[in-house]
Structures are given as C-alpha cells and as structure tokens.
C-alpha cells in the first residue's frame, strides 16, 4: 500500500447502548479509491461521521497524515484536508449555482463570515467557474440550485466540498437518488478531477454495480465491524459477504465471471 493518508485505530462508537463501531481498524493510501459497503445499520455512515468529526468516538483513534484529529471539529477537520460530502446535498438552493461555489471556496480559505457581494471580486469568479468546470457543472452556473437534477445536485456538492484541495474525499452513497441512466456517467465526472488531484476517496455505496466498476478496494461492514477488506473481486465473492451484505448466494457467480462465461 501507498502511504497512508487515514488511519483509525480499535474505533468504537455506541448509541443507546447498541455498539455502532465495534473495533474498527483501517488504513486508506494516498489516491486510493475504497468502496465502503454494508447493510443498513452495518456501521459506514457511523464510520464516516466519526472520521469527519460530526460524531466523537467512544474509544480508539484517528490519524490523518499522522496527526491525531479523534477530537478535533469537523471544520479543523476539514481544514486539515479531509472533505465530505452527503446523501442528501448540502446546498444553498435558492442560490445560484455560482454562488454555492463562491462560498464553498470562500469558507475553505478560512473566511468565518461570508457575504457574497465581496466574494465576486474577477479572481474569485474565476476560480469559482473553473471549480464548476472541473465537475462538468460550468453549464448550471447561473441556475437556482433548487432547479438542478440531482445528478447535478450530488456533483454540485462534491465539488464544493472538494475547494479547499482535500488529501480525503468521503463520499456518503454518491449514486441514492440517481437513475440507472446517469449514475456511471456521475461517476465518471466526479472521480476525473478527483483522481488528478490525487487524493484518496472513500465511498460508501449500496450498488455493487458501482462497487465492482470503480473501487481499487472494498471494505466490507457488518453489525460495527470490518467484516471484509480487499480488493473488489475476493471481497464480494467472500460467503460472509455475501451472505450478510449482498444477499446473493454463495454458489452466485460475480458479473465479471458471467461476462468471461458469456464470451467463452
């Protein structure tokens, strides 16, 4: 593995006495793109909010870049070059779409207080439009957010989640809410600019279509634990797996394997 980026250490978080996390211990390398899967209460989302700061763990710890950030806020966390973005977008719907990244670049320079008349200085416009650029959005710039598809909502929130330059991307189930039509194209768009900024992404995704596709690496979650690390192919063919996440069979070929059946 590259240098590690993250790390967390016998991580636990419990709710009303059910253990959310039980012992969760994983490294992410620089560039590297982890798929994060598990059923509903399996623990990702958990995992994402403690490594972001929303949720402080019960136990363990978390080194990103080597510093320990466990109790740190998620806007130091953040500033520190870890970014996140959520199931539903976090967006300023009745503004324009350049607007959002007027403020999104804005708040990862640090400003505390953010009017936007002084936001719209040329040099700022420009970054803002390039930013836009970079996740194929230049097209919306001047639309009400509230109007967008989602498709362009999710990207819309990626990319401003993504001004400040993270070393960390977190992405929670970036596909929900998108057609079959246009989810791989998201994908595509979103992860281009990601991976020429080198920065390593962790996503955490209920289609395995998506899994299987774009994932170097899967970690599997049941019940708090990491039940399943490895790349794509060992990890969803593993019978804990599919058993406890997929609910496909044991003897259930991948489609990889379809695929080389069908051409054979």
Excluded: W
Aim: overall charge positive; proline content about 4%.
């Amino acid at each position: 593995m590259t240098q590690s980026v993250l790390e967390t250490s016998g991580l636990r978080k419990s709710f009303a006495g059910i253990l959310a996390l039980d012992g969760v211990s994983v490294a992410i390398g620089e560039g590297e793109l982890v798929g994060i899967i598990g059923a509903n209460g399996a623990g990702k989302t958990t995992f994402v909010n403690v490594v972001t700061g929303y949720v402080k763990p019960d136990a363990g710890a978390i080194r990103f870049m080597g510093r320990e950030i466990s109790r740190l806020s998620p806007r130091e966390i953040t500033r520190l070059g870890v970014a996140r973005s959520f199931q539903i977008p976090q967006l300023f719907l009745e503004l324009s779409v350049l607007d959002n990244a007027l403020i999104a670049l804005a708040v990862a320079a640090g400003y505390e207080r953010v009017f936007l008349r002084p936001l719209k200085r040329p040099q700022a416009l420009e970054q803002a439009r390039a930013l836009l650029a970079r996740f194929k959005l230049d097209r919306y710039a001047d639309y009400r957010c509230a109007t967008l598809p989602q498709g362009a909502r999710k990207l819309l929130d990626i990319a401003m989640a993504t001004g400040g330059h993270p070393k960390l991307v977190l992405l929670d189930e970036p596909t929900s809410g998108v057609s079959k039509d246009e989810k791989f194209a998201l994908m595509d768009t979103l992860l281009a600019p990601l991976a020429q900024s080198g920065a390593g992404v962790m996503f955490v995704e209920h289609d395995m279509e998506i899994v299987e596709r774009y994932a170097h690496r899967v970690i599997a979650f049941h019940e708090g634990r990491v039940l399943a690390d490895g790349e794509p192919k060992s990890v969803l063919a593993d019978d804990k797996v599919r058993a406890f996440v997929t609910g496909t069979p044991a003897n259930a070929r991948t489609r990889d394997e379809r695929r080389f059946d069908a051409i054979a």
